[in-house]
């Protein structure tokens, strides 16, 4: 394990991150192995390259999908050539000015390396409902609002 694989794969998330705020799903279903998977925050699962991009199009393209704000939690090596990253998000809805608990959500990225390239083994993006626990809502968006 090396800070630059490290820097790498926080890159990699980085690119994942513009792409959905770009509202380009090509961009981010390039960033995905041939194998990849992409599991969404309403449990949708879209699997290779392909589905990814035809999953993401019309979302991009019917919907007004708010940008993420971010916080990478974590990011270790699971093996070699393999690494995870836990991040922290939310969402500023259109027309609004601040984050919207109900949409924050705990990220989970599984990064490949592949012939010297760091690709997306599998995304998940998960609620951060805390059923009953408001106060982790109120403590998840703060740490977002302060990020």
Do not use: C
């Not at 027309?95 to 997306?120: C, F």
Request: charged share 25%.
């Amino acid at each position: 394990m090396t800070s630059s694989e490290s820097n790498e794969v926080y890159a990699l998330y980085k690119r994942l991150i513009e792409a959905w705020n770009n509202r380009d799903a090509s961009a981010m279903a390039e960033l995905f192995t041939e194998g990849g998977e992409m599991i969404g925050f309403d449990g949708s699962l879209a699997a290779g390259n392909e589905e990814i991009f035809s999953h993401l199009s019309p979302i991009f393209n019917e919907h007004p999908t708010p940008p993420f704000v971010w916080k990478v939690k974590s990011e270790r090596e699971l093996y070699t050539n393999t690494r995870i990253l836990r991040a922290i998000v939310g969402m500023v809805p259109p027309g609004k000015k601040e984050l919207e608990p109900s949409l924050n959500a705990h990220q989970t990225l599984v990064a490949v390396k592949q012939e010297g390239t760091w690709r997306i083994g599998l995304f998940q993006n998960t609620p951060a409902q805390f059923q009953g626990r408001p106060e982790l809502v109120e403590q998840m968006t703060d740490e977002l609002k302060n990020s």
